[in-house]
């Protein structure tokens, strides 16, 4: 709470980074993403974007850094090794003279969000007048320099506040994160930022919520158009445009009852089988695929359990009473959003700045 009321910083270091370079490096990424990778006006700049499989399922999502003459993937520490692994043999299996180096040893991140972001970071750079908006829009990539260490931030967000990744040298993230500190700012752990928060602003979790079972559209992350470069999966994608619906959806959902047969608040974690309070049964979409739970968590701005779960089509409308099971009791729990839609977006309660 105080994150989006004030500021607060937490340590990403575990991300996972890997650098793409040679002469094919760009066509590999392109090949590779979902996202438009390649032209000049993507320099400098950072993508969030994602792997799909032949299917056109969803494989991993994570951002490219841009650069003159490379491409840093910004990986999850979990995914970023198969993801890796799958860079260099796509890379030799298509002939791309491509060099996908680890330098997830080399670097460190520290987030920065909140609304007073902005003003906490200006305390301690060289040049606050560079963080203005007008110098630096969102998803820019730029140098700036916090006690007299080279920093690359990027301006970003998981948890849906205003706000960057700083991205560091190994040698030097002690005395970044000293000087942020120093001016007061709190720090906070990784569950608010991967859980608590990016669930209240319905952001997805790969390996949980973004899963080869499901395609982008389910996920309610295709962009609006698809790009003109052949990558993989692009055939079954477009197939997958051309539906008049999907067979399902990723829905968030809250629980509108916690309380057990003993009279204890259950706040759950995990997953739990999504049913059809009339009946008891889990639902089964379509394609045979049963609906669960795919993140759980209690999202302390609205004070409510929240929860995400893929949702057969016919179940997919706001306000649907459904039920969860959860160590042998079911709670109720109402449909409160289809795709992508936060429940608390203080971007929607203002100007973006």
Same mark, same amino acid.
């Given at each position: %709470?105080?994150?989006?009321?004030?500021?607060?910083?937490?340590? %990403?270091?575990?991300?996972?980074?890997?650098?793409?370079?040679?002469?094919?490096?760009?066509?590999?990424?392109? +090949?590779?993403?979902?996202?438009?990778?390649?032209?000049?006006?993507?320099?400098?700049?950072?993508?969030?974007?994602?792997?799909?499989?032949?299917?056109? $399922?969803?494989?991993?999502?994570?951002?490219?850094?841009? $650069?003159?003459?490379?491409?840093?993937?910004?990986?999850? *520490?979990?995914? &970023?090794?198969?993801? =890796?692994?799958? $860079?260099?043999? @796509?890379?030799?299996?298509?002939? =791309?003279?491509?060099? !996908?180096?680890?330098?997830?040893?080399?670097?460190?991140?520290?987030?920065?969000?909140?609304?007073? *972001?902005?003003?906490?970071?200006?305390? !301690?750079?060289?040049?606050?007048?560079?963080? @203005?908006?007008?110098?630096?829009?969102? *998803?820019?990539?730029?140098?700036?320099?916090?006690?007299?260490?080279?920093?690359?931030?990027?301006?970003?967000?998981?948890?849906?506040?205003?706000? +960057?990744?700083?991205?560091?040298?190994?040698?030097?993230?002690?005395?970044?994160?000293? *000087?942020?500190?120093?001016?007061?700012?709190?720090?906070?752990? !990784?569950?608010?930022?991967?859980?608590?928060?990016?669930?209240?602003?319905?952001?997805?979790?790969?390996?949980?919520? %973004?899963?080869?079972?499901?395609?982008?559209?389910?996920?309610? %992350?295709?962009?609006?158009?698809?790009?003109?470069?052949?990558?993989?999966?692009?055939?079954?994608?477009?197939?997958?445009?051309?539906?008049?619906?999907? /067979?399902?959806?990723?829905?968030?959902?809250?629980? @509108?009852?916690?309380?057990?047969?003993?009279?204890?608040?259950?706040?759950? !974690?995990? @997953?739990?089988?999504?049913?059809?309070?009339?009946? &008891?049964?889990?639902?089964?979409?379509?394609?045979?695929?049963?609906?669960?739970?795919?993140?759980?968590?209690?999202?302390?701005?609205?004070?409510?359990?929240?929860?995400?779960?893929?949702? /057969?089509?016919?179940?997919?409308?706001?306000?649907?009473?459904?039920?969860?099971?959860?160590?042998?009791?079911?709670?109720?729990?109402?449909?409160?959003?289809? &795709?992508?839609?936060?429940?608390?977006?203080?971007?929607?309660?203002? /100007?973006?700045?």
């Amino acid at each position: %709470l105080a994150m989006s009321e004030d500021c607060g910083i937490v340590n %990403l270091s575990h991300f996972s980074m890997y650098d793409v370079e040679g002469p094919d490096h760009v066509a590999l990424l392109e +090949w590779l993403c979902a996202a438009k990778i390649g032209g000049d006006n993507n320099i400098g700049k950072g993508i969030y974007t994602h792997f799909l499989d032949e299917e056109g $399922m969803v494989r991993a999502d994570f951002t490219v850094i841009r $650069m003159a003459d490379r491409c840093r993937v910004i990986d999850g *520490a979990d995914a &970023g090794p198969r993801d =890796f692994r799958y $860079m260099q043999r @796509t890379a030799q299996d298509k002939g =791309f003279d491509v060099t !996908v180096t680890d330098v997830t040893e080399k670097y460190v991140t520290i987030g920065i969000w909140g609304p007073n *972001a902005r003003t906490t970071l200006q305390k !301690v750079v060289e040049d606050p007048n560079g963080l @203005t908006p007008e110098n630096f829009p969102f *998803a820019a990539i730029k140098p700036i320099r916090i006690g007299g260490k080279d920093v690359t931030a990027f301006r970003i967000s998981y948890v849906g506040e205003q706000g +960057w990744e700083l991205h560091m040298r190994y040698e030097d993230g002690l005395a970044v994160w000293d *000087a942020l500190r120093s001016t007061g700012v709190m720090p906070f752990g !990784v569950e608010t930022y991967a859980n608590t928060r990016r669930m209240e602003k319905s952001l997805r979790l790969q390996n949980a919520d %973004l899963l080869t079972e499901y395609n982008l559209l389910e996920a309610d %992350l295709a962009r609006p158009k698809v790009k003109d470069n052949d990558f993989c999966g692009k055939a079954k994608h477009l197939e997958y445009r051309a539906r008049e619906h999907q /067979p399902a959806m990723l829905c968030t959902l809250v629980m @509108t009852e916690n309380i057990d047969s003993k009279g204890v608040a259950r706040y759950p !974690v995990g @997953t739990m089988p999504v049913q059809d309070p009339a009946s &008891g049964e889990t639902l089964v979409d379509d394609l045979g695929r049963r609906s669960f739970t795919t993140s759980v968590a209690y999202g302390p701005t609205i004070g409510k359990n929240i929860a995400l779960a893929y949702l /057969p089509w016919a179940y997919c409308q706001e306000g649907r009473k459904l039920q969860v099971e959860y160590f042998g009791e079911t709670y109720p729990v109402e449909v409160a959003g289809v &795709g992508y839609k936060p429940l608390y977006d203080p971007e929607n309660l203002k /100007p973006r700045s």
